[in-house]
């Protein structure tokens, strides 16, 4: 009795432990590679990205006082590394692209006017090719792009 029951208990703990390992072992993976890449993008510590937030697998950070936003979105099949110097920048909007005669939305970017020569840039920020579940993300993405292109237009004109 008392062996099985030990046995039992070492293959539950071992069908818990094994996945949690993964995880814990795929998020630290993910934080050496998401300060790598703001380190990546620091410039001589001209940038420094103090205000971060993540959801997703998607990585939005801002540097208020020196003006600039970095988006990493470790969804696409290679990970997508956008950085924009927020002084060069008049403006900054969010664009949704929905389906033809439908609600359906197919991809939400950032769109950021340049003040010389009136460029427009834009960075995609949700794509349904990206969601492996059709729109599951849609409503929580749709809702932080709408904060951050709200606190990035903000850090533009102060």
Known sequence: MD???????????????????YVIRSNSIN?????????????????????????????????????????????????????VDLNTIQSCKLVPTTENNSDTILKIEFEFQHKEGKKVELISFYKIENDQINQVCLYEDHQLAKKWARMIQDCITI
């Not at 300060?35 to 001589?44: D, H, L, M, R, S």
């Not at 939005?60 to 950085?83: C, P, R």
């Open 3 to 21: 062996t099985s029951v030990t046995i039992i208990g070492i293959i539950m703990t071992a069908l818990m432990g094994i996945p949690l390992f």
């Open 31 to 83: 934080k050496t590679k998401i300060k790598a890449i703001k380190t990546k993008f620091n410039q001589n510590n001209r940038f420094n990205f103090e205000l971060t937030e993540t959801q997703n697998k998607k990585v939005l950070a801002l540097d208020e006082k020196n003006k600039g936003f970095l988006l990493i979105d470790f969804n696409a099949t290679e990970e997508v590394v956008s950085f």
